[in-house]
Structure formats: structure tokens, C-alpha cells
């Protein structure tokens, strides 16, 4: 049975995880203290969170909150990045920090309820964020409305020239006659 203290950890655990759009399992074996301050500081500029968890804790809160098959992810050191918005971005963020730190690594992850492998989480950390894609989609809004407007203002432009061109003809139509 779990002394009250580690079940207390294992409540606000699975707190965490229950509210998170992605987690993403870590290993950070080798880090120096420094290196643990920057890397949690970047995850912090991100608004992504990161805990060095206990397994035992760890696995407990997976398995009420229904995150099944990562036993294997809980075995050494564990760290978790938390994602509570944009779930893309805590692989994002953490693939790039297995980039500056070398002994960072990313075990696998969660996405939207969905387990990941490590490969599949480098997949994950390709995709163009949320703001990104939202971009994307009003670019492609955006361009028929732009030629819309542009064909619509060369038929006006068209229909002056025109009117312009009969008027210089019935002007030149009334003159009289040069003697």
C-alpha cells in the first residue's frame, strides 16, 4: 500500500496528465544541474511544463488516467514534458532540446490520448504547429477572396474605360468641323 504522501503525489500526477493535450517521456541521464535549469527554462519560454517523475508514480497516474502501454518508458531516470494548449509543441520543443543537450533524449509520448514511439515523436515534432497550420488555412482563404476582388475591380476598371472611350467619341462626334 502507498504511504499517503506518494498517493498524494499520484493524485496531482494524474491531475497533470488528465489535463494535458501531450507528454512527451524523457531521459536525462548525464545532465548537469546548469543544464536542468536552461532545459526547464526553455520549456517554461514555451509554456510547456517539465517534471522529473518517480516510475512508480509515474505508472500508477498513466494507468487511472487510461494511458496504457508505457511501462517501457518508465525504467531510469524520467522526465515529462506536459503540454496543457498546443500539443505538437512540447515534441517540438523537446526534439530540439535533444539537439543542444546530448544527453537528453525523448523514450516516446502521448499525444491526445494516443501512445507514440520515440520515432513517431521525432515524426510529431516535424509537423507545422498550430499556429502554423492555422496561417496555412487562411492563406488558402485568403487567395480566392484576393483574385475575387482583383477580377471584380478589372471589370469595374474595364466598364470606366468604356464609358470613357464613348464619351471621347460623342465628344468628338459634336465637334464642329475644323475650318
Known sequence: MPTA???????????????????????FHGLTASD?????????????????????????????????????????????????????????????????????KIKGGVMEGVVVSAAEAEQLANLPSRHELLGMLVSALQAPMQQLASVLHAVVRDFVSVVDEVRKKREGEQAPPAS
Do not use: W
Not at 6 to 21: F, G, H, I, M, N
Not at 51 to 75: Q, W
Open 36 to 104: 536542468m535549469v536552461e532545459l526547464r527554462r526553455e520549456f517554461r519560454k514555451h509554456g510547456l511544463e517539465y517534471r522529473v517523475v518517480k516510475n512508480n508514480v509515474a505508472r500508477l497516474a498513466a494507468e487511472r488516467v487510461g494511458i496504457k502501454e508505457t511501462d517501457s518508458y518508465f525504467r531510469g531516470p524520467t522526465g515529462l514534458c506536459i503540454s496543457y494548449d498546443d500539443p505538437a509543441l512540447a515534441f517540438k520543443v523537446s526534439h530540439s532540446l535533444t539537439k543542444k543537450f546530448e544527453h537528453y
Open 5 to 27: 504522501e506518494k498517493e498524494q503525489a499520484v493524485r496531482l500526477l494524474e491531475e497533470r496528465l488528465k489535463r494535458s493535450k501531450a507528454l512527451v517521456f524523457t531521459d
